[in-house]
């Protein structure tokens, strides 16, 4: 990812969290245990991409085995100290890597997921599915991809809420409190700018996985993907 987008990320570090839970009412936090919930009957090794401050990395640590490793990886080191900071990260291994050069070798993991970082990947398709590769190439035969990100509602009036709502009011709130009003206008446009469900599941399956399923929450707002090597 970028130097820009790196500084954007260790602006709003501090602050991110916060943010996180009034833009979405304390609803992201039943999102990523939902998504965490779908490596719960594997074991062996669990990675979390783009982990940001750590809050999907807790939730798999507070499902994993103590045959399970997890490991939390991202590119903004602000980011993992704030993470390393929070409860049962005693249990887990972060690590300052891209989520494009994985530092892991050819089918070594069992579980990789990534909670609203895919969009921040997608500076162009090619990117995307080369990342989406990147993840194919880690995981082993039967291997599991967890992916929780923003979506397009389908209703077109639920969509032209979640925009408006993205323009205003993350941008807005998001810049007012973290102090980073370019970020919070770069993270609004991503959300709004993104893929719907069913053209990510194209781009995952393009990258090689197969058992491409989706379910959206929040009238489409949110999707959680799975899919397998």
């Known amino acids: 990812m970028s130097t820009a987008v790196q500084r954007l990320f260790a ?8 943010i996180n839970r009034i833009l979405t009412f304390g609803l992201d936090r039943g999102w990523r245990e939902r998504a965490a919930a779908s490596a719960a009957d594997r074991s062996g090794i669990w990675i979390d991409v783009c982990c940001g401050t750590g809050d999907m990395v807790a939730d798999l640590a507070h499902l994993a085995t103590d045959e399970t490793k997890v490991l939390g990886l991202d590119f903004s080191w602000p980011m993992l100290r704030k993470a390393r900071k929070k409860p049962g990260m005693d249990r887990t291994i972060l690590l300052l890597a891209d989520a494009r050069i994985l530092p892991v070798l050819d089918g070594s993991v069992d579980v990789i997921t990534v909670s609203f970082g895919v969009r921040n990947i997608r500076h162009s398709h090619l990117t995307l599915a080369q990342t989406f590769k990147e993840f194919h190439r880690v995981l082993k035969p039967g291997g599991l991809f967890v992916s929780l990100e923003t979506s397009q ?18 941008r807005g709130v998001g810049g007012r409190i973290s102090g980073s009003r370019s970020g919070y206008a770069y993270l609004s446009s991503t959300a709004s700018q993104f893929y719907n469900a069913a053209e990510l599941s194209e781009t995952i399956r393009e990258a090689g996985f197969h058992d491409v399923r989706y379910h959206h929450m ?12």
């Not at 602006?11 to 916060?18: F, G, R």
């Not at 509602?153 to 993350?170: D, E, G, M, N």
């Not at 929040?218 to 090597?229: K, L, P, Q, R, W």
């Open 11 to 18: 602006k709003v570090s501090p602050t991110y969290d916060l």
């Open 153 to 170: 509602p389908q209703s077109k009036i639920v969509r032209w809420l979640f925009h408006t709502y993205a323009c205003l009011f993350v």
């Open 218 to 229: 929040m009238f489409g707002v949110v999707a959680i993907h799975e899919a397998s090597t």
